[in-house]
């Protein structure tokens, strides 16, 4: 089968086309004949560091995470799946797990889903790693309706989502962004856009909350950022951060007494632990998609398999507006 292989890690221009042997099934699998794929920050990350990051995948390697596709091929013990079905999910691309860059791929089933079928494949590929870590990064926070949710970054890969998922659980939804396009694709999401650029957390706290804080801040910024997650908090309350990779003065979180969770969705595919709550919070994004509550943004560029290396580039570029797609099929 075709495939984009990486034998060195680096820049995107690392990648490389290859023919390599297509996969066979295995007990608990299925294989899926790759539509399309996106591209993930972690991607990028595993790309250039490669043994300089402990999920990295030795070389060779097919990078690439996430996916939608038919499936081809059905093995011993999956009875949920048959061949011909249109399926989503995150199942490689990282240790042990070869990804989502070639024409084939042998996915754990209780990695998948069905596709929702409203998405197209390309939309439906834009969704697994950033959709569940919105909704698990959520419901760690315990959400409720009425509660006001600050999503930093909502107009970014996990932020646009978690938006819209709020919102789908009933909550009042604020957004940070950072320009036009940006405070646009908030707005036009449900989102109250907050330009952090002009509005400093203590002036949009006073403004949204009467001074009060955000009941959960959901943090796909990262970095030093959480500081600002942490100020903008009402006291006891939630912060989810998906980009924890931080030393940090935890001060004011304690004299708040929030809460904070560390979302890592990545965890199931590494260690084989609990891969069926992915594929069940799959199923649960599947019908909130069909209920017309959550639609994936895609940026406005579309690469081939074989432009993998022009699509790292738009994301790592900064002007990507959504999810960057590469179609396979």
Same mark, same amino acid.
């Given at each position: 089968m075709k495939a984009m292989i990486v034998n060195t890690f680096?820049?995107?221009? #690392?990648?490389?086309k290859a023919e390599v042997t297509k996969p066979t099934i295995k007990a608990g699998h299925v294989l899926v004949k790759m539509a399309a794929t996106s591209v993930n920050t972690v991607d990028t990350m %595993?790309? @250039?560091m490669g043994k300089g990051l402990p999920i990295s995948p030795p070389a060779p390697a097919i990078l690439g995470m996430d996916f939608a596709g038919t499936i081809e091929e059905v093995g011993e013990g999956v009875s949920e799946y048959k061949v011909g079905d249109e399926v989503y999910g995150c199942a490689g691309g990282l240790a042990d797990l070869p990804g989502t860059l070639a024409e084939y791929m042998v996915a754990d089933a209780n990695l998948i889903a069905l596709k929702p079928t409203n998405l197209t494949m390309r939309e439906a590929a834009a969704l697994p790693l950033v959709g569940i870590t919105a909704y698990e990064g959520l419901l760690r926070a315990g959400i409720k309706t009425g509660q006001k949710v600050l999503v930093h970054g909502g107009s970014g890969g996990v932020g646009h989502v978690a938006l819209q998922l709020a919102r789908h659980f009933g909550a009042n939804v604020f957004s940070t962004g950072g320009g036009e396009a940006q405070l646009n694709l %908030?707005?036009?999401l449900g989102g109250i856009p907050i330009n952090y650029k !002009?509005?400093? *957390?203590?002036?949009?706290?006073?403004? +949204?909350? !009467? $001074?009060?804080?955000?009941? %959960?801040?959901f943090d796909s910024v990262g970095g030093t950022n959480m500081s600002k997650s942490f100020e903008a908090? /009402? =006291? !006891? $309350? @939630? #912060? *989810?951060?998906? *980009?924890a990779l931080v030393e940090l003065d935890l001060t004011t /979180? +304690?004299?708040? $007494? =929030?809460?904070l969770h560390v979302v890592f969705m990545l965890i199931p595919m590494l260690h084989n632990f609990h891969r069926e709550k992915h594929g069940l919070i799959l199923k649960a994004l599947k019908s909130i998609v069909e209920e017309g509550e959550l639609k994936p943004v895609l940026d406005d560029t579309s690469y081939k398999l074989e432009e993998i290396g022009k699509a790292h580039e738009r994301l790592e570029s900064g002007k990507a507006m959504?999810?960057? %797609?590469?179609t396979i099929d």
């Amino acid at each position: 089968m075709k495939a984009m292989i990486v034998n060195t890690f680096g820049d995107p221009e #690392v990648f490389e086309k290859a023919e390599v042997t297509k996969p066979t099934i295995k007990a608990g699998h299925v294989l899926v004949k790759m539509a399309a794929t996106s591209v993930n920050t972690v991607d990028t990350m %595993i790309r @250039q560091m490669g043994k300089g990051l402990p999920i990295s995948p030795p070389a060779p390697a097919i990078l690439g995470m996430d996916f939608a596709g038919t499936i081809e091929e059905v093995g011993e013990g999956v009875s949920e799946y048959k061949v011909g079905d249109e399926v989503y999910g995150c199942a490689g691309g990282l240790a042990d797990l070869p990804g989502t860059l070639a024409e084939y791929m042998v996915a754990d089933a209780n990695l998948i889903a069905l596709k929702p079928t409203n998405l197209t494949m390309r939309e439906a590929a834009a969704l697994p790693l950033v959709g569940i870590t919105a909704y698990e990064g959520l419901l760690r926070a315990g959400i409720k309706t009425g509660q006001k949710v600050l999503v930093h970054g909502g107009s970014g890969g996990v932020g646009h989502v978690a938006l819209q998922l709020a919102r789908h659980f009933g909550a009042n939804v604020f957004s940070t962004g950072g320009g036009e396009a940006q405070l646009n694709l %908030i707005e036009k999401l449900g989102g109250i856009p907050i330009n952090y650029k !002009n509005e400093s *957390v203590e002036e949009y706290v006073q403004k +949204h909350t !009467n $001074g009060d804080g955000f009941d %959960i801040v959901f943090d796909s910024v990262g970095g030093t950022n959480m500081s600002k997650s942490f100020e903008a908090s /009402a =006291l !006891n $309350g @939630q #912060v *989810v951060s998906t *980009v924890a990779l931080v030393e940090l003065d935890l001060t004011t /979180a +304690h004299f708040k $007494g =929030l809460s904070l969770h560390v979302v890592f969705m990545l965890i199931p595919m590494l260690h084989n632990f609990h891969r069926e709550k992915h594929g069940l919070i799959l199923k649960a994004l599947k019908s909130i998609v069909e209920e017309g509550e959550l639609k994936p943004v895609l940026d406005d560029t579309s690469y081939k398999l074989e432009e993998i290396g022009k699509a790292h580039e738009r994301l790592e570029s900064g002007k990507a507006m959504g999810k960057v %797609i590469v179609t396979i099929d």
